[in-house]
């Protein structure tokens, strides 16, 4: 069976963490390369976490490429470190990373790949390279096989009432790529929040004797402890990991269609994602995810990250 080309665009991030892991320890894929974009820390930083990660995976055949540094038109708002910790993997102490960083651009490296075969973007981040994808390769989209993205809420936001973070970051470039003429699949918050892992499966992670396990459990805890403030629970969402997940089991996550905009204007709900499900839309190459078997993942989740090798 032939592998499923990707690159990963991501601002690395706690849960992104997971789903690179996830993605690298899985043969059905083939990781071409690790795009950074500014988003839960700034672009230096998510560069150097994509780095760890690759390092930690011992995956030095999979480049990072740095990208975009804030938002297509205003200046980039960071969090205080309250979710994934200050330096965005949950402040754990690591040696500096030794995967270098590729010697192009984000957008150059994602052309360049899509140049060469079909390709899938999982977008995990702000869509901030993707939109400038578009900008400075027009006609891009003929080459993209597909766009899975973890972005957007219809019941409610996790920044603002009306936003979620990654379309909320730079909603003129999430309006730019939704519109695009390419293969979307959206996961949006109502999706995602079906993908949690507890307690149970943190000390699982602990318990593997790897250092990938210890290193994700480790993440993982402060990342509970701040859901356990704000949710009154102490369940981790694996918001991007769904990205991952949709792309390596085609078919496990329900989707349909739907047409997608982003509102960039609006005083209370700039940021909003207007997903529209009505029946109108229903054949539209545009997907939205709308239900996962949370059981079914977690299995996947375990499976594949107990894969990587004893410390």
Known sequence: MARTRIVIDTDPGVDDAVAILLALASEELDVLALTSVAGNVDVDQTTRNARRLV???GRPDVPVARGAAGPLVHAARFEDGHVHGH??????????????????????????RASEAPLTIVAIGPLTNLALLRARY???????????????????????AAAEFNVWFDPEAAASVLAGPWPITLLPLDLTHQATLTDVDLAYFAGLGTEVGTRVAGMLEPYAAYHERWHGNRDVIMHDATAVYEVLVPGAIATRGAHLAVETGGALTRGMTVIDRRRAHAERPTRVGEHLDREHFVALVRERLARYPLS
């Not at 960083?101 to 052309?111: M, W």
């Open 87 to 112: 330096d965005g993997l949950g402040d754990l102490t690591w040696a500096d990373p030794t995967a270098p960083e590729a010697g192009e651009h984000a957008v150059d490296l994602i052309a360049r």
């Open 138 to 160: 027009p006609g891009i989209e003929s080459a993209i096989e597909r766009v899975v993205i973890m972005g957007g809420a219809s019941f409610a936001g996790n920044v603002t």
């Open 55 to 57: 390092d930690l995976a």
